[in-house]
T-cell receptor, first 116, second 114 residues
C-alpha cells in the first residue's frame, strides 16, 4: 500500500525563526520527483519546491529548502526566516509505489502556525 | 492564462441526486487528475487521465465516473450522491512530459450532500 507520512499534524514557529516539516515515503522507483505544496486558507494549492531524486544537491527556493535523504526515503521542508504569510497547510507529494504510473500521492498535511 | 478552471465552486445536493464537476485546462497538458480533500485525510486521488482517451482509477474511485472529453477537459460525475461524498474536490493537470512536472490545481469545488 502507498505510504506517504507526515508525522506532524501541527507545527508552530515564531516569526523570523526556522521550522522543519517532515515527510517520509515509500517507492520502488529509482528516479522520481518529489514536491511540497502549500495550501493557505484560500484553499488554493501552491507549489513550494520540487526535488529530483537523481540529484544529490538539495533543492532551494529562496527561504525554502529541502533535506532529501534518498536512502532513508525522507524529504523534509525547511522554512527559514518564517513570515506570517507562511501560515498554511503543507503537503508533501510523492510518486506511487507503482513503476510508470503518472500520478502523485499526498501526505495528510502539516498545519503551520506562525506566531508574531 | 486561466490555468485550471473548475465549475461549480460550490454545490449542495440531496442524497441520490447526480451531478458533474467540470474541469478544463488551457496549458496543453496531457495528464489530468481528480482529487478529493477531507479533514485529516490530505488529498486522495479519485481518477486520473494520463492522456486523451485514457483514464485510470486512483485510491478512492467508488461512486465516481470520469470522462476525458478531449485534451482540455476532464469531468467527474457522481451518479447517485451520498453524504460520504461531501468533500472539496480538486482538479489538476500536470506540467511537462512524463512524470517530472508538478501538478497545477484548480481552485477546488466544495460539494455538500445532505
Amino acid at each position: 500500500a502507498q505510504t506517504v507520512t507526515q508525522s506532524q499534524p501541527e507545527m508552530s514557529v515564531q516569526e523570523a525563526e526556522t521550522v522543519t516539516l517532515s515527510c517520509t515515503y515509500d517507492t520502488s522507483e529509482s528516479d522520481y520527483y518529489l514536491f511540497w505544496y502549500k495550501q493557505p486558507p484560500s484553499r488554493q494549492m501552491i507549489l513550494v519546491i520540487r526535488q529530483e531524486a537523481y540529484k544529490q544537491q538539495n533543492a532551494t527556493e529562496n527561504r525554502f529548502s529541502v533535506n532529501f535523504q534518498k536512502a532513508a526515503k525522507s524529504f523534509s521542508l525547511k522554512i527559514s526566516d518564517s513570515q506570517l504569510g507562511d501560515a498554511a497547510m503543507y503537503f508533501c507529494a510523492t510518486p506511487p509505489d507503482q513503476t510508470g504510473a503518472n500520478n502523485l500521492f499526498f501526505g495528510t498535511g502539516t498545519r503551520l502556525t506562525v506566531i508574531p | 492564462n486561466a490555468g485550471v478552471t473548475q465549475t461549480p465552486k460550490f454545490q449542495v445536493l440531496k442524497t441520490g441526486q447526480s451531478m458533474t464537476l467540470q474541469c478544463a485546462q488551457d496549458m496543453n497538458h496531457n495528464s489530468m487528475y481528480w482529487y478529493r480533500q477531507d479533514p485529516g485525510m490530505g488529498l486522495r486521488l479519485i481518477y486520473y487521465s494520463a492522456s486523451e482517451g485514457t483514464t485510470d482509477k486512483g485510491e478512492v474511485p467508488n461512486g465516481y465516473n470520469v470522462s476525458r472529453l478531449n485534451k482540455r477537459e476532464f469531468s467527474l460525475r457522481l451518479e447517485s450522491a451520498a453524504p460520504s461524498q461531501t468533500s472539496v474536490y480538486f482538479c489538476a493537470s500536470r506540467r511537462g512530459e512524463g512524470r517530472t512536472g508538478e501538478l497545477i490545481f484548480g481552485e477546488g469545488s466544495r460539494l455538500t450532500v445532505l
